[in-house]
Protein backbone atom coordinates (compact mmCIF):
# COMPACT_ATOMS: atom_id res chain seq x y z
CA UNK A 1 0.00 0.00 0.00
CA UNK A 2 1.70 3.55 -1.03
CA UNK A 3 0.17 6.72 -0.64
CA UNK A 4 -1.08 6.60 -4.52
CA UNK A 5 -3.11 3.40 -3.65
CA UNK A 6 -1.78 -0.23 -3.89
CA UNK A 7 1.15 -1.26 -6.44
CA UNK A 8 3.04 -4.93 -7.19
CA UNK A 9 6.29 -4.51 -6.95
CA UNK A 10 8.42 -7.48 -8.72
CA UNK A 11 12.41 -7.91 -7.48
CA UNK A 12 14.99 -10.61 -7.21
CA UNK A 13 15.25 -12.57 -4.45
CA UNK A 14 18.33 -14.16 -3.49
CA UNK A 15 19.04 -17.90 -1.98
CA UNK A 16 22.25 -19.31 -1.06
CA UNK A 17 22.79 -22.92 -0.89
CA UNK A 18 25.52 -23.21 1.62
CA UNK A 19 23.89 -21.54 4.33
CA UNK A 20 20.28 -22.23 3.11
CA UNK A 21 19.25 -18.24 4.07
CA UNK A 22 17.69 -15.65 1.15
CA UNK A 23 17.71 -12.13 0.48
CA UNK A 24 16.87 -9.24 -1.85
CA UNK A 25 19.10 -6.02 -1.49
CA UNK A 26 17.04 -4.17 -3.22
CA UNK A 27 13.82 -4.31 -1.37
CA UNK A 28 15.67 -3.86 1.94
CA UNK A 29 17.24 -0.72 0.66
CA UNK A 30 13.64 0.54 -0.29
CA UNK A 31 12.23 -0.75 3.27
CA UNK A 32 9.99 -3.15 1.51
CA UNK A 33 10.92 -6.29 3.81
CA UNK A 34 7.67 -7.80 6.48
CA UNK A 35 6.01 -4.91 6.21
CA UNK A 36 2.16 -3.64 4.22
CA UNK A 37 2.99 0.26 3.88
CA UNK A 38 5.45 1.67 1.84
CA UNK A 39 8.02 3.75 4.15
CA UNK A 40 6.09 7.33 3.05
CA UNK A 41 2.30 5.67 3.70
CA UNK A 42 3.34 4.24 6.72
CA UNK A 43 4.31 7.42 8.36
CA UNK A 44 1.47 9.03 7.18
CA UNK A 45 -0.74 6.45 8.74
CA UNK A 46 1.04 6.74 12.01
CA UNK A 47 0.73 10.41 11.53
CA UNK A 48 -3.08 10.36 11.66
CA UNK A 49 -3.25 7.66 13.89
CA UNK A 50 -1.27 10.15 16.47
CA UNK A 51 -3.71 13.11 15.65
CA UNK A 52 -6.91 11.81 15.64
CA UNK A 53 -8.60 8.43 16.75
CA UNK A 54 -7.87 5.55 15.03
CA UNK A 55 -10.97 4.80 14.00
CA UNK A 56 -11.56 8.56 12.33
CA UNK A 57 -8.26 8.43 10.95
CA UNK A 58 -8.93 5.12 8.97
CA UNK A 59 -12.35 6.03 8.01
CA UNK A 60 -12.20 9.79 7.38
CA UNK A 61 -8.78 11.50 7.53
CA UNK A 62 -6.60 8.67 5.74
CA UNK A 63 -9.31 8.96 2.87
CA UNK A 64 -9.40 12.85 2.59
CA UNK A 65 -5.61 12.78 2.73
CA UNK A 66 -4.45 10.41 0.16
CA UNK A 67 -7.38 8.34 -0.35
CA UNK A 68 -5.69 4.88 1.25
CA UNK A 69 -8.49 2.42 2.42
CA UNK A 70 -7.03 1.05 5.83
CA UNK A 71 -9.20 -0.48 8.53
CA UNK A 72 -8.72 1.35 11.98
CA UNK A 73 -6.77 -1.93 13.31
CA UNK A 74 -3.53 -0.95 10.60
CA UNK A 75 -3.89 2.67 11.90
CA UNK A 76 -3.47 1.49 15.56
CA UNK A 77 -0.98 -1.19 14.49
CA UNK A 78 1.24 0.73 12.30
CA UNK A 79 1.05 4.28 14.93
CA UNK A 80 1.98 2.00 17.63
CA UNK A 81 4.93 0.09 15.91
CA UNK A 82 6.16 3.55 15.47
CA UNK A 83 6.04 4.51 18.79
CA UNK A 84 7.80 1.03 19.99
CA UNK A 85 10.19 1.46 17.21
CA UNK A 86 11.02 5.22 19.10
CA UNK A 87 10.86 4.18 22.02
CA UNK A 88 13.48 1.47 21.63
CA UNK A 89 16.28 3.64 20.40
CA UNK A 90 15.54 5.67 22.99
CA UNK A 91 16.32 3.34 25.55
CA UNK A 92 19.12 2.81 23.46
CA UNK A 93 20.44 6.35 23.86
CA UNK A 94 19.31 7.26 20.33
CA UNK A 95 17.86 10.82 20.23
CA UNK A 96 15.00 12.18 19.10
CA UNK A 97 16.28 15.51 17.16
CA UNK A 98 19.67 16.19 15.60
CA UNK A 99 22.24 17.71 17.26
CA UNK A 100 22.32 21.95 17.10
CA UNK A 101 23.18 24.94 18.78
CA UNK A 102 19.93 26.62 19.74
CA UNK A 103 20.62 30.36 19.94
CA UNK A 104 19.39 31.36 23.69
CA UNK A 105 17.34 33.67 24.59
CA UNK A 106 18.82 36.70 26.57
CA UNK A 107 17.69 37.80 29.53
CA UNK A 108 17.81 41.83 30.81
CA UNK A 109 21.61 41.32 31.80
CA UNK A 110 22.65 39.66 28.16
CA UNK A 111 23.25 36.31 29.44
CA UNK A 112 21.86 33.69 27.34
CA UNK A 113 19.11 31.53 29.48
CA UNK A 114 18.03 27.94 28.77
CA UNK A 115 15.30 26.71 30.20
CA UNK A 116 13.71 23.06 31.72
CA UNK A 117 10.59 22.31 33.02
CA UNK A 118 8.21 18.93 34.79
CA UNK A 119 4.75 18.04 35.27
CA UNK A 120 2.96 15.21 35.21
CA UNK A 121 -0.78 14.54 33.90
CA UNK A 122 -3.34 11.60 34.91
CA UNK A 123 -4.23 9.30 31.77
CA UNK A 124 -6.89 6.62 31.93
CA UNK A 125 -5.65 3.07 32.22
CA UNK A 126 -7.79 0.33 30.96
CA UNK A 127 -7.57 -3.45 32.78
CA UNK A 128 -7.47 -7.22 31.29
CA UNK A 129 -10.81 -7.80 29.75
CA UNK A 130 -11.44 -4.68 29.40
CA UNK A 131 -12.39 -3.04 32.66
CA UNK A 132 -11.28 0.25 34.07
CA UNK A 133 -8.22 0.39 35.66
CA UNK A 134 -6.25 2.34 38.09
CA UNK A 135 -5.09 5.46 36.02
CA UNK A 136 -0.89 6.52 35.54
CA UNK A 137 0.41 9.58 35.84
CA UNK A 138 2.26 10.31 32.64
CA UNK A 139 5.48 12.81 32.99
CA UNK A 140 6.18 15.74 30.40
CA UNK A 141 9.51 17.44 30.56
CA UNK A 142 10.62 19.95 28.12
CA UNK A 143 14.14 21.65 27.32
CA UNK A 144 12.89 25.00 25.50
CA UNK A 145 13.92 28.54 24.16
CA UNK A 146 11.50 30.66 24.54
CA UNK A 147 10.68 32.89 21.93
CA UNK A 148 9.15 37.15 21.96
CA UNK A 149 7.00 38.14 19.93
CA UNK A 150 8.74 41.53 20.14
CA UNK A 151 12.35 39.90 18.88
CA UNK A 152 9.77 37.94 16.29
CA UNK A 153 11.19 34.63 17.53
CA UNK A 154 9.44 31.25 17.80
CA UNK A 155 9.93 29.14 21.07
CA UNK A 156 11.74 26.28 20.33
CA UNK A 157 11.09 22.63 22.47
CA UNK A 158 11.84 19.19 22.95
CA UNK A 159 9.65 17.09 24.67
CA UNK A 160 10.12 14.03 26.31
CA UNK A 161 7.21 12.07 27.80
CA UNK A 162 5.72 8.87 28.84
CA UNK A 163 4.97 6.63 31.89
CA UNK A 164 8.71 7.11 33.21
CA UNK A 165 10.07 7.15 36.67
CA UNK A 166 12.14 10.65 37.68
CA UNK A 167 15.42 8.82 36.90
CA UNK A 168 14.76 7.28 33.47
CA UNK A 169 13.13 10.91 32.69
CA UNK A 170 15.81 13.20 33.76
CA UNK A 171 18.56 10.72 31.83
CA UNK A 172 16.30 11.36 28.91
CA UNK A 173 15.63 14.94 29.52
CA UNK A 174 19.39 15.74 30.25
CA UNK A 175 20.74 13.97 27.32
CA UNK A 176 18.04 16.11 24.94
CA UNK A 177 19.07 19.55 26.52
CA UNK A 178 22.69 18.83 25.89
CA UNK A 179 21.78 18.38 22.53
CA UNK A 180 20.82 21.77 21.81
CA UNK A 181 24.05 23.27 23.72
CA UNK A 182 22.09 23.17 27.23
CA UNK A 183 25.99 23.80 28.50
CA UNK A 184 27.04 26.36 26.75
CA UNK A 185 23.82 28.64 28.13
CA UNK A 186 24.96 31.62 29.97
CA UNK A 187 21.99 30.69 33.06
CA UNK A 188 19.71 27.47 33.38
CA UNK A 189 16.95 27.72 34.35
CA UNK A 190 14.27 25.22 35.96
CA UNK A 191 10.52 25.51 36.61
CA UNK A 192 7.69 23.50 38.40
CA UNK A 193 5.03 23.61 40.52
CA UNK A 194 6.82 22.19 43.06
CA UNK A 195 5.26 19.06 42.77
CA UNK A 196 7.03 16.16 45.07
CA UNK A 197 10.56 15.44 44.23
CA UNK A 198 11.08 17.93 41.43
CA UNK A 199 13.00 20.03 43.16
CA UNK A 200 15.51 17.05 43.86
CA UNK A 201 15.08 15.84 40.01
CA UNK A 202 16.48 19.31 38.96
CA UNK A 203 19.36 19.02 41.62
CA UNK A 204 19.95 15.85 40.44
CA UNK A 205 19.89 16.18 36.28
CA UNK A 206 20.51 19.80 36.31
CA UNK A 207 22.96 21.09 39.10
CA UNK A 208 23.64 24.56 37.77
CA UNK A 209 20.24 25.24 37.48
CA UNK A 210 18.08 27.72 39.06
CA UNK A 211 14.71 26.64 40.59
CA UNK A 212 12.17 28.93 40.09
CA UNK A 213 8.57 28.30 41.43
CA UNK A 214 5.88 28.68 39.26
CA UNK A 215 4.37 32.30 40.64
CA UNK A 216 0.93 31.06 40.08
CA UNK A 217 1.11 28.25 42.24
CA UNK A 218 2.35 29.63 45.10
CA UNK A 219 -0.29 32.48 44.82
CA UNK A 220 -2.88 29.89 45.17
CA UNK A 221 -1.54 28.94 48.49
CA UNK A 222 -2.56 32.77 49.37
CA UNK A 223 -5.71 31.99 47.61
CA UNK A 224 -7.05 29.23 50.30
CA UNK A 225 -5.56 31.09 53.20
CA UNK A 226 -7.61 34.07 52.48
CA UNK A 227 -11.11 32.18 51.57
CA UNK A 228 -10.26 30.66 55.19
CA UNK A 229 -9.56 33.95 56.88
CA UNK A 230 -12.28 35.85 55.13
CA UNK A 231 -15.24 32.92 54.16
CA UNK A 232 -17.87 35.52 54.88
CA UNK A 233 -17.26 38.33 53.83
CA UNK A 234 -15.67 38.16 50.29
CA UNK A 235 -14.82 41.85 49.33
CA UNK A 236 -12.23 41.88 52.62
CA UNK A 237 -11.12 38.14 51.20
CA UNK A 238 -10.55 39.35 47.22
CA UNK A 239 -8.77 42.91 48.78
CA UNK A 240 -6.57 40.34 51.17
CA UNK A 241 -5.83 38.01 48.27
CA UNK A 242 -4.46 41.18 45.74
CA UNK A 243 -2.57 42.53 48.26
CA UNK A 244 -0.89 39.32 49.44
CA UNK A 245 -0.43 38.51 45.68
CA UNK A 246 1.49 41.83 44.94
CA UNK A 247 3.22 41.88 47.89
CA UNK A 248 4.81 38.45 46.75
CA UNK A 249 5.41 39.26 43.45
CA UNK A 250 6.87 42.81 44.79
CA UNK A 251 9.28 41.58 47.59
CA UNK A 252 9.27 37.60 47.28
CA UNK A 253 8.59 35.15 49.46
CA UNK A 254 10.63 35.60 52.50
CA UNK A 255 8.95 38.60 52.81
CA UNK A 256 5.33 36.73 52.55
CA UNK A 257 6.58 34.25 55.21
CA UNK A 258 7.55 36.97 57.53
CA UNK A 259 4.55 39.39 56.71
CA UNK A 260 2.06 36.09 57.44
CA UNK A 261 4.07 35.49 60.36
CA UNK A 262 3.42 38.66 61.98
CA UNK A 263 -0.75 38.50 61.46
CA UNK A 264 -2.46 39.03 64.28
CA UNK A 265 -4.71 36.03 65.10
CA UNK A 266 -6.12 36.46 68.81
CA UNK A 267 -9.52 36.47 67.30
CA UNK A 268 -9.01 33.74 64.65
CA UNK A 269 -10.53 30.33 64.88
CA UNK A 270 -8.89 26.95 65.39
CA UNK A 271 -9.56 26.17 61.67
CA UNK A 272 -8.00 29.56 60.65
CA UNK A 273 -4.83 29.47 63.00
CA UNK A 274 -4.11 25.93 61.39
CA UNK A 275 -4.55 26.84 57.93
CA UNK A 276 -2.38 30.15 58.39
CA UNK A 277 0.25 28.05 60.02
CA UNK A 278 0.24 25.28 56.99
CA UNK A 279 0.38 28.03 54.29
CA UNK A 280 3.42 30.12 56.62
CA UNK A 281 5.27 26.58 56.61
CA UNK A 282 4.74 26.40 52.85
CA UNK A 283 6.68 29.78 52.15
CA UNK A 284 9.21 29.06 54.90
CA UNK A 285 9.91 25.47 52.16
CA UNK A 286 10.07 27.25 49.39
CA UNK A 287 10.89 30.61 49.54
CA UNK A 288 14.12 29.98 48.39
CA UNK A 289 12.46 29.50 45.08
CA UNK A 290 10.42 32.83 45.22
CA UNK A 291 12.27 35.47 44.71
CA UNK A 292 10.47 37.00 42.07
CA UNK A 293 11.28 40.61 41.92
CA UNK A 294 15.13 39.45 41.37
CA UNK A 295 13.27 37.03 38.55
CA UNK A 296 11.48 39.69 36.60
CA UNK A 297 14.25 42.44 37.31
CA UNK A 298 16.39 39.81 35.15
CA UNK A 299 13.59 39.34 32.36
CA UNK A 300 13.03 35.96 33.25
CA UNK A 301 9.97 33.42 32.96
CA UNK A 302 7.93 32.78 36.45
CA UNK A 303 5.17 30.73 35.23
CA UNK A 304 4.89 26.66 34.34
CA UNK A 305 2.46 27.81 31.96
CA UNK A 306 4.54 26.00 28.70
CA UNK A 307 4.51 23.02 30.48
CA UNK A 308 1.12 22.95 32.08
CA UNK A 309 0.01 23.81 27.80
CA UNK A 310 2.44 20.88 27.06
CA UNK A 311 0.30 18.59 29.32
CA UNK A 312 -2.69 18.82 27.05
CA UNK A 313 -1.34 19.50 23.75
CA UNK A 314 0.95 16.59 24.36
CA UNK A 315 -1.16 14.28 26.13
CA UNK A 316 -4.31 15.45 26.63
CA UNK A 317 -5.44 16.32 23.23
CA UNK A 318 -4.97 12.57 21.92
CA UNK A 319 -4.90 10.28 25.18
CA UNK A 320 -7.95 11.84 27.45
CA UNK A 321 -10.92 11.87 24.62
CA UNK A 322 -13.86 11.18 25.70
CA UNK A 323 -14.51 7.28 27.02
CA UNK A 324 -10.76 6.84 26.25
CA UNK A 325 -8.78 4.14 28.21
CA UNK A 326 -5.31 2.83 27.41
CA UNK A 327 -3.14 -0.50 28.28
CA UNK A 328 0.25 0.61 29.95
CA UNK A 329 2.52 0.28 26.87
CA UNK A 330 0.03 2.11 24.78
CA UNK A 331 0.31 5.40 26.59
CA UNK A 332 3.78 5.42 26.78
CA UNK A 333 4.50 4.69 23.60
CA UNK A 334 1.45 7.25 22.48
CA UNK A 335 3.15 9.62 24.59
CA UNK A 336 6.42 9.56 23.11
CA UNK A 337 4.88 9.70 19.79
CA UNK A 338 3.59 12.59 20.58
CA UNK A 339 6.31 14.28 22.04
CA UNK A 340 8.74 13.45 18.90
CA UNK A 341 5.93 15.14 16.87
CA UNK A 342 5.61 18.26 18.92
CA UNK A 343 9.05 18.89 19.20
CA UNK A 344 11.24 20.81 16.67
CA UNK A 345 10.22 19.60 13.39
CA UNK A 346 13.70 18.46 12.44
CA UNK A 347 13.33 15.89 15.41
CA UNK A 348 10.44 13.79 13.91
CA UNK A 349 11.91 14.37 10.30
CA UNK A 350 15.43 12.55 11.76
CA UNK A 351 13.00 9.80 13.12
CA UNK A 352 11.69 9.28 9.91
CA UNK A 353 14.52 9.48 7.23
CA UNK A 354 17.37 9.15 9.53
CA UNK A 355 21.01 10.14 8.16
CA UNK A 356 23.19 7.56 6.01
CA UNK A 357 24.77 6.88 8.51
CA UNK A 358 22.05 5.47 10.81
CA UNK A 359 20.62 3.48 8.14
CA UNK A 360 20.36 -0.17 7.54
CA UNK A 361 19.19 -3.27 6.04
CA UNK A 362 17.03 -5.81 7.52
CA UNK A 363 17.87 -9.42 6.05
Not at 66 to 74: E, L, Y
Not at 238 to 248: F, R
Amino acid sequence: MTLIGPIKVSYAYYHCKACGTGHSKWAGQVELIKQELSPAAEQVVALAGLLTSFREASERVLKVMSGMKVSAATVQRTTEKAGERYCNQLEEGQQEGPKEQWQWHRDAQGRRCAYVSVDATAVRQQGPGGKRAEGRMAYVAMVYNPGGKAQGKRSQVRYVAGLYDLPTLGRLLHEQALQVGWANADKQIAISDGGAGLENFFRTYFPRAECILDFWHAREHLVQLGQVLYPEDEQKRIGWTEYASGKLKREGGRAVRCWLERMDLSGATAEQKEEHRRQVQYFRNHEHKMDYPRYLANGWQIGSGPVESACKTVIGNRLKGGGMRWGEREAHVMCNLRALFLSEPTCWTTFWHPPPAQTYLQN
